[in-house]
C-alpha cells in the first residue's frame, strides 16, 4: 500500500503494519452524510422529541405512532448516500485482517459503503424485532403503516433500536468491548464521546496500550486522553489521513 498524507500521523505506518485496529464513529459521519440528528428542530415530529417516543413506554402506550415516526424517520434516511468517511472505512475494513467497526449509527451507511465487520451498538433502523421471540428481520419499508407490523408468530414488531431505558444487546456490547481489549490502534470519528457505554471504550482501548486518535471538529471529553487530535469534517480528515483516494 502507497501513503500519501498531509498530516503529521502515526496511522499510515501503523495500518502498513497491519496493527489490530478499532474504528468508532458516532453521529457526526452520517451528519456529513445529510443525516438527521433528531435533536432540536430537524428531530421534532408532530411537535413531539425523540424522547417521547423512544422509549419502551411510548410504544406500549402507543406503539403505531412510534411505528409512524420511525417510518418518517427511514424516509429521511433512505434518500441519504454514504460519504467519503464511510467509503474511507470500508476501505481499512478490506485493507486489514484485524478490523472492526464500531458505531452508534443505525443508518447502515456503513454496510452500503461496503463496511463487512461492523458492530451497531445501537441498533438498526432498517431492521424490526419481534416484542414476544426476539428475532430480528430486515423491513426496508418506509410507508406510515395503517397497523402495527406483526410477526409471521402474531406478536408485534418494534424497530431494533436501542431505545431510552434499554441496556445494549449483550452480545453486541461484548463483542465491541472485547474489540477495545485487543486494539493497538484506535480511531474515534465523529462521536461526542459522551454517550455511555460507547464513550468508555476508547478509554478502555488507551488502558490497555492502543494508539489512539480523535477525528473531532470540536473537543470532546475524550481528547486529552487521545495520543493525536484531528480538528476537521471526517469526510475531509479520515480520507486524508489514511491517504484513501476514491475510485473516479
Not at 480523535?214 to 476537521?232: F, M
Request: aromatic fraction near 6%.
Amino acid at each position: 500500500m502507497e501513503y500519501r498524507t498531509p498530516f503529521a500521523s502515526r496511522i499510515p505506518e501503523m495500518v502498513r503494519a497491519r496493527k489490530r485496529t478499532v474504528l468508532l464513529t458516532g453521529a457526526g459521519v452520517s451528519a456529513e452524510s445529510g443525516v438527521p440528528t433528531f435533536r432540536g428542530p430537524d428531530g421534532l415530529w408532530r411537535g413531539r422529541r425523540p424522547e417521547e417516543l423512544a422509549t419502551p413506554e411510548a410504544f406500549a402506550r402507543d406503539p403505531l405512532a412510534v411505528w409512524a415516526w420511525y417510518q418518517w424517520r427511514r424516509e429521511r434516511v433512505a434518500a441519504c448516500a454514504p460519504n467519503p468517511a464511510h467509503h474511507a472505512c470500508a476501505w481499512l475494513d478490506r485493507q486489514l485482517p484485524e478490523f472492526q467497526l464500531i458505531t452508534q449509527n443505525v443508518d447502515a451507511l456503513h454496510q452500503a459503503a461496503g463496511s463487512r465487520r461492523v458492530l451497531e451498538l445501537h441498533g438498526c433502523i432498517w431492521k424490526a424485532r419481534c416484542t414476544r421471540e426476539g428475532t430480528v428481520q430486515e423491513d426496508r419499508a418506509t410507508a406510515i403503516p395503517e397497523s402495527v407490523p406483526r410477526c409471521g408468530c402474531g406478536a408485534a414488531l418494534r424497530p431494533h433500536i436501542v431505545w431510552f431505558g434499554e441496556p445494549l444487546d449483550g452480545g453486541v456490547l461484548a463483542a465491541a468491548t472485547a474489540a477495545a481489549r485487543t486494539a493497538e490502534l484506535m480511531l474515534v470519528v465523529g462521536t461526542s464521546a459522551v454517550v455511555e457505554p460507547a464513550a468508555s471504550l476508547p478509554r478502555l482501548a488507551r488502558q490497555v496500550g492502543a494508539y489512539v486518535v480523535e477525528l473531532n471538529p470540536e473537543e470532546t471529553p475524550l481528547s486529552a486522553l487521545c495520543h493525536e487530535v484531528h480538528r476537521g469534517p471526517a469526510a475531509e480528515l479520515l480520507p486524508a489521513l489514511l491517504g484513501y483516494e476514491a475510485a473516479p
